[in-house]
């Protein structure tokens, strides 16, 4: 394992010296957990999220899969957000993303995969989104929920204005998020404008947190989520009150900079 330090933070907080580091020490308690489970007969629960940062721990569990005999047959997944309206077989979908990320190169089965359903009629939120809810309590809660942070604070698409005690709905996107996701859109204005998410509480439910930010560009919000007052200015600061979260950082998002001395400390 690489050298990493822990910080005397409001929520422990590992930095590591790359995200890479960050994303081998997430997939190895990934691991753990799926083959503790599945030993003693049991499913596992995984609250997943897109973006650009899970990408080296995706990578790095299709590694396990394939070099280490990682089985993902009795896993479950319950990814936080889609954007609405959207297609699962558009490009842009977050399920195809994961499709094309994860899940066509793990045993998972199809049927164990969820991603909130962009097609639906907005009518028909409210009772999906409660819907998308049952599932996870079906399934039996979710063991560990990863996170990704925007540079808003926002957890899943849990835009700052969201509630400590909101559930999976429909929400309208931050103009923030919607410009850090025009490159992908080809330009701001075919991002939508409207997403589903899992809610804060939802998250916070979770037995297991740990939320993942990688590079300068999140410092400034990173700092204010572990340090700064608890409330919906940044709704990643609520994981300060969930019993057992954690932030993995490279030296990036806990500096400011590369290698710099952190001003976490
Ligand atoms: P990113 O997004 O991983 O692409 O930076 C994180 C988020 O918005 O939650």
Redesign the pocket.
């Known amino acids: 394992m690489s050298s990493h330090y822990v910080l005397p933070t409001k929520v422990p907080t590992i930095v590591f010296p790359g995200s890479g580091d960050a994303a081998r020490h997430l997939a190895l308690m990934i691991d753990s957990l799926i083959r503790q489970n599945s030993s003693a007969g049991r499913a596992t629960v995984l609250g997943l ?6 990408v080296g721990l995706y990578r790095e569990l299709i590694r396990l899969h394939r070099e280490a005999g990682l089985d993902f047959s009795r896993v479950v997944t319950f990814n936080l957000d889609e954007y609405y309206p959207m297609r699962p077989d558009d490009p842009h979908s977050y399920r195809f993303w994961m499709q094309e990320t994860f899940f066509n190169h793990i045993n998972v089965p199809p049927r164990n995969t969820h991603v909130p359903d962009g097609t639906i009629r907005a009518e028909d939120a409210e009772e999906y989104c409660q819907g998308y809810e049952e599932k996870i309590g079906r399934a039996g809660g979710i063991d560990l929920q990863v ?5 808003t604070g ?3 698409f849990n835009e700052p204005g969201s509630a400590r005690h909101s559930r999976t709905r429909l929400v309208t996107l931050d103009p923030v ?1 919607r410009r ?1 996701a025009a490159g992908s859109f080809f330009g701001e204005e075919n991002v939508p404008h409207q997403a589903l998410t899992m809610g804060v509480g939802t998250i916070l439910e979770a037995r297991k947190v740990v939320l993942l930010a990688f ?1 300068e560009h ?1 410092a400034p919000i990173v700092r204010r989520a572990i340090e700064g007052p608890i409330g919906d200015a940044v709704p990643a600061s609520y994981l300060q009150q969930h019993p057992d979260a954690t932030f993995l950082l490279d030296r990036a998002a806990a500096t400011g900079r590369a290698g710099g001395v952190s001003p976490l400390i």
């Open positions: 999220p897109t973006g650009s940062t899970p996170l990704g942070i925007g540079r926002h957890i899943g998020t850090d590079g999140k």
